[in-house]
Nanobody, 125 residues
């Protein structure tokens, strides 16, 4: 059974940093596709970054501020976020799928079938 639990969210001022964690169970990173998504109030869920089973990564409009990574020994997915701005305020979710995803699908919410409960990130100006 796959379980995903996010943590690490909080409130920071613009320019600050946060590291989100997604503790996983039932997932073998070398056989899964994983991603971070976010959803701001009144908006749809949008992809932030994705990492494939081979470790290759994709980023969506983060301008080099975000880094997705995995600790295989601890089964934790991370999202390091630097130079945060108020537009980054959202609920952040990690997601996983054990199916192969083409590169074009890796930041699409509909491609993932396992989700965590989310962690809130609030950035003040």
């Amino acid at each position: 059974q796959v379980q995903l639990v996010e943590s690490g969210g909080g409130s920071v001022q613009a320019g600050g940093s946060l590291r989100l964690s997604c503790t996983t169970s039932g997932v073998t990173f070398s056989r899964a596709f994983m991603a971070w998504f976010r959803q701001a109030p009144g908006k749809g869920r949008e992809g932030v970054a994705a990492i494939a089973s081979d470790g290759s990564t994709i980023y969506v409009d983060s301008e080099g501020r975000f880094t997705i990574s995995q600790d295989h020994a601890k089964n934790i997915l991370y999202l390091q976020m630097n130079s945060l701005n108020p537009e980054d305020t959202a609920m952040y979710y990690c997601a996983a799928t054990l199916y192969y995803l083409a590169r074009s699908a890796r930041t699409s919410a509909g491609a993932y079938n396992y989700w965590g409960q989310g962690t809130q990130v609030t950035v003040s100006s």
